[in-house]
């Protein structure tokens, strides 16, 4: 398939699929005669797999990781998992600061804040300095 349907397939643009080809995250792709790239179905499988990483929060660099433990000809049958398993521990982590810090919102809507007073003397020695 040509880079339009797959654009279709995928829900991607050009240039985000093109992007993905230039920094190695889709494996070799043929040329028709007419020096047209052929893309597969695997290749649409590949993106969506990319795209839906993407939004679980993977950064380009774990993407790039990721897709290289599935493309490798000599998977090693246990790194898929330990990869996953250190990404779930990341985002345990990920999801911990921010339950802190949405409970520090809480607190200062509730009118506990720990730093309200910290912040009224640094407000008011800005003010005194303009």
């Known amino acids: 398939m040509q880079i339009g349907a ?3 397939s995928t829900g991607m643009s050009k240039d985000t699929i093109r992007f993905y080809e230039k ?3 889709m494996g070799d792709i043929k040329r028709k005669a007419n020096g047209y790239k052929d893309y597969s179905q695997g290749h649409v499988e590949q993106l969506k797999l990319l795209k839906h990483a993407k939004e679980l929060g993977f950064t380009l ?3 790039k990781e990721l897709a290289g433990l599935f493309l490798s000809k ?13 990404k779930a521990l990341e985002i345990d982590e990920k999801i911990a600061k921010l ?3 949405k409970q520090e919102i809480k607190d200062t809507l509730a009118g506990n804040c ?4 910290q912040l009224i003397k ?3 020695g800005a003010k005194k300095s303009s």
Do not use: H, R, W
């Open 61 to 63: 660099n774990e993407i």
């Open 6 to 8: 797959l654009c279709q």
């Open 114 to 117: 720990i730093y309200k007073e």
């Open 74 to 86: 000599s998977l090693p049958p246990q790194a898929m998992n330990d990869y996953l398993k250190k």
């Open 23 to 25: 920094i190695g995250l």
């Open 122 to 124: 640094a407000s008011a």
């Open 99 to 101: 339950q802190a810090f």
